[in-house]
C-alpha cells in the first residue's frame, strides 16, 4: 500500500513541478504521459486538486503558513521582525524591480504574480480534463463533480487575490498548451475581472456538497470568497479613490452603491443559512457590566481556542487550513516556532506594534488611556507598588478587553511551563519582557524574552511583546510542529462584511450593519454600539475589524481599500520595561529605540506592481498606474 501511496504523489508532484515551475506567460505544456497518467485514475486526480490546496498562492507558499513573517507585519499591527527592511510599500520605494516582501516565497510569495497563475494553470488542467476520467461506480462519478467544483473553488480564490493585489488581471480560463503565443494576451478591466471569479464562484456552488472532508471546499467556502471579494471591490480604493478613469484599477463611475448591495446581499445569504448553518462561537448576548475576572478570561479563552482548534472544526469556522494531528519535528517554521518568545527558543517573528496593542479597549468598552495618569505624557507611565496595590489598572496590561488577553503576550502574562533548561527560573511560565533593576536604578537582571536574555537573545522581541494568537499552549514550538487549523474564512468575517456593507450603504441599513457588529462585539464580551451617526458607525465599524480580525491578514487589504494606509504608518518604538526590587514599575515607549523607520510614500503603493520579469517577458502588458 505504502508503494502505491509514494507512486500517485511522485506523479502528482511531478505534474506539479512542471506546470508550477512556469509563468502566465511563459508555459510549458504539462508532460502528456503524465497527463496521461494522472487522468486516467480518479485517485490520482483527487491527489492532484489536494496538491493545488497547499500551493493556493504558488509552490511552497501553503497560503503564507510557512511563511515566516505574517501578512499583517506588511501593516502597523506586527513587526517582521528579521525582515523589516523588506516592507518596501512603507519605505518608499516598492517598484517592480524591488517588491521585498512581496516578491520573496519566504515572505509575501502567497501574493506573488507568478505564483499565483502557476497554480491557476494546474487547475485549469484539472477543470479541461476531469470530465473524461474514467468512472466505475456513481460514487466516482459524483466524485468528479466535486473535484471540479474544487477546481473553480481554488481559481476563485487565487484569481480573488490576484484582483485585491493587482486590479485587472489576465483571465485565463484553459491550460496552456506548448509553442501558445502569449505575446496578445493582455489584462482585463477590474470590472471584468470581478465577473469572471464570481462566474467561477457560481459553478463552485452549484457543483460542490454543503459537507465535505475537513479541509476541503464547501458551497459556504466559495460564498465566502464572493462575500469576501464583493466587499473589496466596493471600496473607495475601486470606486474613484485612485486613478478613476484607469478601469484596470477602478470601477465604471456610479458602480459603489451596487456594489456595496451586491456585498451586503452576499454575506445575507451566508448568515441566513442558504449554504449551511454557521454561527459565532459564545454567548452573543450584550454582556451584564462590569465583568468579573473570571468571566473576563472565559470571553478569552473562548475566542482564543478558534484558532487552536483540532479535530472537527467549530460552527464558526467555514474553511481553514487542516493540518495533520500527528505533529512532528518541525520540516521548518510551525506557528509556535515562528512566534513563540526566544525564551522558549523560538523566534519569536511577527510581534505586536505599541500602538497596535493600545488599541484594545478596556474591560467594559472604553477606550485605553495611555496618559490616563500622566495627561500629555504618551511616552512613560510609572506606578510604585503601593499605587499600584491601591490601583491595578496603572499597569497597562490590567483590565483590557477578553481579546486582547487572547491576543497579546505582554510582560507578565502566563504562557506554557519553561524548557527543562529555565524551569528552575520560571518554573510556572511567566512572559518576561522586562528587565529588572535594584531601588537604585542599577541593573540586577534580564528578562528571559528580552533581547538582553542568554537564551537566544537574537531571538527577541523588538516591541516588547509577542504574538500570542494562533499559537497552541500545548505545542512545543521549539521540537514540533502546530496541529491547530489555521482558520481562513470563519462566520465572524461573514457578519463583518455584512455590518460595512449596511453601514456604508446608511439610511435605513445602518442599524442593520450595527447589529451585525455587535454580535460581533458580544461575543467577545464588550457592551453594544449604539449611534444613528453613519460617520461614527464607520468608525466603530473599522476598528472592530482591526481587533477581531487582529493579524490574520485582512488589515492590510482594509486599509489599502478605505485608503487609509498613509494616516496609520508610523515609526516602530521599543517598549522598555523595569521592575525594581521595592515593586515600582515603569513603562516606556523608547523613542531612540527605532525599529523600523516607516513612511507611506506615495498612494501607487496601493497597488501592487507587476514584477518587472514578467513585464519584460510580455511587454504588451500594462503595468499598474505610479510605476515604469
Not at 65 to 72: I, K
Not at 358 to 386: H, N
Not at 466 to 490: C, E, H, I, M, S
Request: glycine fraction near 8%; hydrophobic fraction near 35%; aromatic fraction near 12%.
Amino acid at each position: 500500500m505504502k508503494k502505491v501511496f509514494y507512486y500517485i504523489i511522485s506523479i502528482v508532484m511531478l505534474l506539479l513541478t512542471s506546470a508550477a515551475c512556469t509563468n502566465v506567460l511563459d508555459q510549458q505544456a504539462v508532460d502528456s504521459f503524465n497527463n496521461d497518467v494522472v487522468f486516467s485514475d480518479i485517485n490520482l486526480v483527487k491527489s492532484y486538486v489536494g496538491s493545488c490546496y497547499v500551493r493556493m498562492g504558488g509552490p511552497s507558499c501553503d497560503l503564507g503558513l510557512t511563511a515566516r513573517d505574517l501578512l499583517a507585519s506588511a501593516t502597523d499591527q506586527t513587526l517582521a521582525s528579521f525582515r523589516t527592511g523588506s516592507m518596501d510599500h512603507m519605505k518608499g520605494d516598492l517598484s517592480p524591480d524591488q517588491l521585498g516582501f512581496f516578491g520573496n516565497n519566504a515572505m509575501g510569495g502567497y501574493l506573488r504574480w507568478n505564483n499565483l497563475y502557476s497554480n491557476i494553470q494546474n487547475v485549469n488542467t484539472i477543470i479541461a480534463k476531469v470530465d473524461n476520467v474514467p468512472a466505475a461506480t456513481a460514487l466516482e462519478e459524483a466524485l468528479k463533480t466535486q473535484l471540479k467544483g474544487e477546481a473553480y473553488f481554488i481559481r476563485a480564490y487565487d484569481y480573488t487575490t490576484l484582483l485585491e493585489c493587482y486590479g485587472g488581471v489576465v483571465l485565463v480560463n484553459q491550460p496552456f498548451q506548448l509553442g501558445q503565443d502569449f505575446l496578445t494576451n493582455k489584462r482585463a478591466s477590474i470590472a471584468e475581472t470581478k465577473d469572471f471569479i464570481l462566474a467561477d464562484i457560481a459553478k463552485a456552488i452549484s457543483l460542490l456538497p454543503a459537507t465535505m472532508d475537513q479541509g476541503r471546499a464547501t458551497r459556504a467556502a466559495a460564498a465566502a470568497i464572493k462575500s469576501r471579494l464583493l466587499l473589496f471591490c466596493a471600496g473607495k480604493l475601486t470606486n474613484g479613490g485612485y486613478q478613476p478613469d484607469n478601469p484596470l484599477v477602478s470601477f465604471p463611475t456610479g458602480s459603489q452603491t451596487a456594489l456595496l448591495q451586491a456585498a451586503r446581499d452576499a454575506a445575507k445569504e451566508v448568515m441566513n443559512g442558504t449554504y449551511g448553518t454557521y454561527s459565532l462561537v459564545g454567548n452573543t448576548s450584550d454582556p451584564l457590566l462590569p465583568l468579573t475576572e473570571a468571566q473576563v478570561k472565559t470571553y478569552s479563552d473562548n475566542y482564543f481556542y478558534i484558532f487552536d482548534q483540532k479535530g472537527k472544526w467549530n460552527s464558526e469556522t467555514i474553511w481553514g487550513i487542516q493540518y495533520a494531528l500527528t505533529g512532528g519535528p518541525y520540516p521548518y517554521f510551525g506557528l509556535n516556532r515562528a512566534l513563540s518568545p526566544n525564551g522558549y527558543h523560538c523566534a519569536g517573528n511577527n510581534p505586536p506594534t505599541e500602538p497596535a496593542v493600545r488599541s484594545f479597549e478596556m474591560a467594559d468598552g472604553t477606550p485605553f488611556v495611555w496618559d490616563k495618569y500622566k495627561p500629555g505624557d504618551q511616552f512613560l507611565r510609572t506606578a510604585s507598588a503601593a499605587q499600584l496595590a491601591d490601583d491595578p489598572l496603572r499597569n497597562p496590561y490590567n483590565g483590557r478587553e477578553p481579546r486582547f488577553y487572547a491576543t497579546i503576550l505582554y510582560n507578565g502574562a502566563k504562557w506554557q511551563p519553561r524548557g527543562s533548561d529555565f524551569a528552575d527560573v520560571d518554573p510556572i511560565g511567566i512572559i518576561q519582557t522586562a528587565n529588572y533593576y535594584n531601588n537604585d536604578g542599577t541593573i540586577r537582571g534580564f528578562g528571559l524574552d528580552t533581547r538582553q536574555t542568554l537564551v537566544e537573545s537574537w531571538n527577541g522581541t523588538k516591541t516588547g511583546y509577542y504574538l500570542k494568537k494562533f499559537q497552541d499552549p500545548a505545542t512545543v514550538g521549539q521540537y514540533f510542529n502546530n496541529t491547530n487549523t489555521w482558520v481562513v474564512f470563519r462566520y465572524a468575517e461573514i457578519l463583518m462584511n455584512y455590518a460595512e456593507a449596511c453601514i456604508e450603504l446608511g439610511g435605513a441599513d445602518l442599524q442593520n450593519g450595527l447589529d451585525a457588529l455587535n454580535l460581533v462585539r458580544n461575543r467577545a464580551g464588550l457592551p453594544d454600539r449604539v449611534t444613528t451617526d453613519q460617520a461614527t458607525a464607520r468608525t466603530f465599524l473599522r476598528h472592530e475589524r482591526a481587533i477581531e480580525f487582529f493579524a490574520e491578514g485582512h488589515r492590510w487589504y482594509d486599509l489599502r481599500r478605505w485608503m487609509i494606509f498613509g494616516s496609520v504608518v508610523e515609526n516602530v518604538y521599543g517598549m522598555k520595561i523595569k521592575e525594581f526590587t521595592n515593586g515600582n514599575m515603569e513603562w516606556k515607549l523608547d523613542v531612540t529605540d527605532k525599529e523600523d523607520i516607516r513612511t507611506w510614500g506615495n498612494d501607487k503603493f496601493y497597488w501592487l506592481p507587476l514584477p518587472r520579469s514578467e513585464i519584460n517577458k510580455a511587454p504588451q502588458l500594462q503595468q499598474n498606474p505610479g510605476y515604469n
